[in-house]
């Protein structure tokens, strides 16, 4: 019977081998020490700290702006709400909610 390797997992960041003594885990994956990272803000995580999805992990902040709940009701009214959509570290995803023209906002 030949001799069959163990498999070592890889790393859903850098796509390398990630070994027992330099595995973090998140999401049910095993990241690198450097690659346990919030993909938008590039701040380092711990376990209590990270969010998860879809192979990507984030900081709570970063989370929240991507995924989180929009509009009037998730806040204290209308002065929580944020124009920041995380566009500045790159989230793409939700830039076209942004006002186009500042003389069509609304001030309460």
Same mark, same amino acid.
């Given at each position: ?30 990241? +690198? ?19 998860? +999805? ?55």
């Amino acid at each position: 019977m030949p001799f069959k390797p163990p498999v070592v997992p890889k790393c859903p960041n850098c796509d390398r081998s990630v070994y027992a003594a330099e595995e973090k885990v998140a999401g049910g994956y095993k990241w +690198h020490k450097v690659c346990f990272k919030c993909s938008m803000c590039n701040k380092m995580l711990d376990s209590t700290s990270c969010s998860e +999805h879809e192979k990507e992990l984030f900081c709570r902040m970063c989370y929240g702006r991507r995924y989180g709940p929009k509009g009037v009701g998730f806040g204290q009214g209308a002065g929580a709400l944020s124009m920041d959509t995380g566009e500045k570290f790159g989230n793409k995803e939700h830039a076209e909610n942004k006002p186009k023209d500042a003389s069509l906002t609304l001030f309460f």
